[in-house]
């Protein structure tokens, strides 16, 4: 179980080049807006080093890691919302997806024309952020026509569906987005249904040059200061670098990306960028067959952990043997670990941590 991110910023930004660089799967990145009309995807391994130190100890028949959706949407344009540049479809597209990754453009290049003729990150991202406001006010305005009618009959939930639906439209109107809106449990399942676009979590990624991919330029700076405005992650990365570290090897990889200065490839980074910003975490399945990664939302319960397996394994959960992933490693395995008592037995209630080894217990 992994989660689905949008790929979205203005034409001509390196949305296809970064998609291709992170997924292999070979999109089309040309010079010339709508060049991605159908929405590509790519579903990628997450790495992760706590796998391999897995597999080294176990040697499994079968290492099978957990995986991320990647969603490469065209570029949206200046009145989008109104259809513009095929924007209602491209809008659809973003319903959607779990969280949005918004390329912003951090490099200057004559050869790659800008929609607008000027590099400014800040303004494209007003562009994209007006359009998608746009969108979501478009969608509370007909909701709360539609109950405006069905509320005459006096239904205490369809009025306060009614003031909920009206309070985000006076942030939308102030140009806030819907994640910003203070908002009950109650009221946010109210709005759900409706996919929000705007309440869909960001991640801000600065696309730079290859004489900044490990650091900042004046570009990035804006960027940052935006996304910390917002409470939003960023992540740098130059797609160019990205086209060439896909291209090499797997055992060159590192030594490359040293020279650079790098410690982690921008797929990494915007894979633990992604994480943070929907909360999930990873648990393990172990044995001599296979070793395998799961991702959950933080929070999860060990039944709704093993359904993720196999619905039978959440229908008929009896237990979960639980060892900490540093204490697997640490006593040597899971024979060491029983021997130290650090395997637990967890029930219902359990809350899975992140990097649990777990096995269920389950009746069929």
């Known amino acids: 179980m992994g989660f689905k991110c949008g790929i979205v910023g203005l034409p001509n930004v390196g949305k296809s080049t970064i998609f291709n660089a992170i997924t292999a799967a070979g999109a089309e990145a040309a010079n010339y807006p709508f060049c991605t009309i159908e929405p590509n995807v790519g579903i990628v391994p997450v790495p992760d080093r706590r796998l391999d130190t897995l597999t ?197 990889k590192g030594e490359f990306l040293k020279e650079l200065g790098l410690e982690e490839s921008g797929l990494d980074r915007m894979i633990h960028a992604g994480y943070r910003l929907l909360g999930l975490l990873t648990f393990f399945t172990a044995g001599p067959k296979e070793v395998r990664a799961w991702t959950v939302p933080a929070g999860t319960r060990a039944p709704a952990a093993a359904g993720v397996i196999h619905s039978d394994f959440e229908k008929g959960f009896i237990r979960a043997e639980v060892i900490a992933f540093d204490d697997y490693v640490s006593s040597g395995g899971e024979s060491g670990a029983r021997e130290k008592g650090l395997l637990r037995l967890e029930g219902k209630e359990y809350a899975v941590h992140d990097g649990d080894l777990m096995h269920f217990r389950f009746n069929v």
């Open 56 to 252: 080294e100890m176990i040697h499994p028949r079968q290492t099978v890691p957990t995986t991320l959706e990647f969603v490469d949407i065209a570029g949206l344009v200046r009145g989008a919302s109104r259809g513009e540049g095929l924007g209602n479809q491209f809008l659809g597209h973003i319903r959607q997806v779990d969280a949005i990754a918004h390329i912003v453009r951090c490099f200057e290049d004559e050869n790659v024309i800008h929609v607008d003729g000027s590099v400014d990150p800040l303004r494209d991202v007003e562009v994209i952020d007006t359009e998608l406001v746009l969108a979501d006010l478009e969608s509370i305005e007909r909701r709360i026509a539609r109950i405006e009618k069905q509320a005459k009959s006096g239904d205490r939930k369809l009025q306060a569906d009614l003031e909920t639906f009206r309070k985000l439209r006076e942030d939308l109107n102030q140009g806030r987005p819907a994640r910003s809106s203070e908002l009950s449990s109650e009221e946010r399942s109210a709005v759900r249904d409706l996919h929000l676009i705007t309440a869909k979590p960001v991640l801000y990624v600065a696309n730079v040059d290859e004489d900044t991919p490990a650091g900042d330029n004046h570009l990035v700076e804006q960027v940052r200061r935006r996304a910390e405005e917002e409470g939003a992650q960023l992540v740098v990365i130059c797609g160019k670098i990205e086209s060439e570290i896909a291209e090499l090897p797997a055992e060159e």
